[in-house]
């Protein structure tokens, strides 16, 4: 799946970017003809006016799209409105417009080209309206960025799309939306909660790292893989509940670790079921789980002997079960040392409680 969409994301750039050069201008607007006939804005020499309105056609001819660059680090630009004609946002149009605060979106965009608001410092809110797939480090850097409002037909979100918007505080999430690619809301440290649609598929790696504030997240139906890293030293994430449609969850997801270090922990507790993603996940790094179907608090995963702690007398107990020098424990022990959930007490979980005890996973 996500290699599908990374080349999907690929094609569609390269296709909505597509023109052919014969230039000419218009009240300030550079443009060029399109092989469909329609006009691609290229370029923007006024260089006073603070709003700026995209016309819809030019001699009677639709404009379809903001080319690649067409309006980066052009300073004196505070407001842009975008016509119902235009499809497409071109890779770096509004790139380093450091002073545009307000875009409004046609609603035909269909797609946001690669960096194509980054560092927008100035930018305070966005409504995607019906685009369909924001592509990478689009909003990257947008630091005044509060409010992102994706409207039913956003699909893909791009790797780093919305990176280090450290005042975005309010997603309004898309139904439609199918894939969060890496790091697609890294560093955005005002995110307090999040609700996800029920046909996402896929959260990529480290796509919510550093979010500290970031204390609710709530999943929905679909059958959803989570990447490693996804939410990574998300400190305020100290409770979850993961249902069962959650089928993949990688290394470190919900880790937590210190600056300039490489080691990791977990401060978060889960509510899972016994058979989940979620639970072999708890088992394998040493987190609380209270299992939905039995209302039972796992805890202390590791602990052999039933002692109350995790040691390496436990890691020595499971040793001497994988070469059969001791019977398997009761099942209530069982199910707190199979940490690998593959049924069997071996030599791995040997070594994970031994990570345990080292308090590195």
């Given at each position: 799946?996500?290699?599908?969409f990374?080349?999907?994301?690929?094609?569609?750039?390269?296709?909505?970017t597509?023109s052919?050069a014969?230039?000419a201008?218009?009240?300030?607007?550079?443009?060029?003809?399109n092989?469909?006939?329609?006009?691609?804005?290229?370029?923007?020499?006024?260089?006073?006016?603070d709003?700026?309105?995209?016309?819809?056609?030019?001699?009677?001819?639709?404009?379809?799209?903001i080319?690649?660059?067409?309006f980066?680090?052009?300073?004196?630009?505070?407001?842009?409105?975008?016509?119902?004609t235009?499809?497409?946002?071109?890779?770096?149009?509004?790139?380093?417009?450091?002073n545009?605060?307000?875009?409004?979106?046609?609603?035909?965009?269909?797609?946001?080209?690669?960096?194509?608001?980054?560092?927008?410092?100035?930018l305070?809110?966005?409504?995607?309206?019906?685009?369909?797939?924001?592509?990478?480090?689009?909003?990257?850097?947008?630091?005044?960025?509060?409010?992102?409002f994706?409207?039913?037909?956003?699909?893909?979100?791009?790797?780093?799309?919305?990176?280090s918007?450290t005042q975005?505080d309010?997603?309004k999430m898309?139904?439609?939306l199918?894939?969060?690619?890496d790091?697609?809301?890294?560093?955005?440290?005002?995110?307090a909660?999040i609700?996800f649609?029920?046909?996402l598929?896929?959260?990529?790696n480290?796509a919510?790292?550093?979010?500290?504030a970031?204390?609710?997240?709530?999943?929905?139906?679909?059958?959803l893989e989570?990447?490693?890293?996804?939410?990574?030293?998300?400190?305020?994430?100290?409770?979850?509940?993961?249902?069962?449609n959650?089928?993949?969850?990688?290394?470190?997801?919900?880790?937590?670790?210190e600056?300039n270090?490489?080691?990791?922990s977990?401060?978060?507790?889960?509510?899972c079921?016994?058979d989940?993603?979620?639970?072999?996940?708890?088992?394998?790094?040493g987190?609380?789980?209270?299992?939905?179907d039995t209302?039972?608090?796992?805890?202390?995963?590791g602990?052999?002997?039933?002692?109350g702690?995790?040691?390496?007398?436990?890691?020595?107990l499971?040793l001497?079960?994988?070469a059969?020098l001791?019977?398997?424990p009761?099942?209530?022990v069982?199910?707190?040392?199979d940490?690998?959930?593959n049924?069997t007490?071996d030599?791995?979980?040997?070594?994970r409680i031994?990570?345990?005890?080292?308090?590195?996973?």
């Open positions: 799946m996500k290699r599908f990374s080349v999907l994301l690929a094609v569609i750039m390269v296709v909505a597509a052919v014969c230039a201008n218009y009240n300030g607007f550079n443009y060029t003809k092989d469909d006939g329609t006009y691609t804005i290229t370029g923007y020499t006024d260089f006073y006016t709003l700026v309105t995209i016309p819809e056609k030019i001699n009677g001819i639709n404009v379809t799209a080319g690649n660059g067409a980066q680090q052009k300073n004196n630009i505070e407001i842009v409105r975008i016509p119902k235009v499809t497409t946002i071109g890779s770096m149009a509004f790139y380093g417009c450091k545009l605060s307000s875009v409004v979106i046609g609603d035909n965009v269909q797609s946001i080209g690669a960096k194509a608001f980054n560092s927008c410092t100035s305070t809110g966005i409504n995607l309206k019906n685009v369909q797939m924001v592509g990478e480090y689009a909003f990257y850097g947008c630091t005044a960025l509060k409010e992102l994706c409207g039913n037909a956003l699909k893909v979100i791009g790797q780093r799309a919305f990176h918007c975005l309010y997603i898309s139904d439609t199918l894939y969060i690619s790091y697609a809301f890294s560093g955005c440290t005002a995110i909660s609700k649609p029920d046909v598929g896929y959260i990529g480290s919510f790292k550093g979010c500290t970031l204390a609710s997240v709530t999943f929905g139906t679909g059958e989570i990447a490693s890293y996804a939410f990574e030293s998300c400190t305020a994430l100290t409770a979850i509940t993961i249902p069962d959650v089928t993949t969850i990688g290394r470190y997801a919900f880790a937590v670790r600056a270090s490489t080691e990791f977990h401060i978060i507790t889960f509510t079921s016994m989940s993603a979620a639970m072999a996940y708890a088992r394998a790094n987190i609380p789980a209270t299992i939905t209302n039972q608090t796992l805890s202390n995963f602990d052999m002997n039933s002692d702690r995790v040691t390496t007398e436990d890691a020595n499971a001497r079960v994988a059969c001791d019977y398997a009761e099942e209530d069982f199910i707190l040392c940490l690998n959930s049924g007490i030599t791995d979980d040997a070594r031994l990570m345990i005890v080292a308090g590195i996973v």
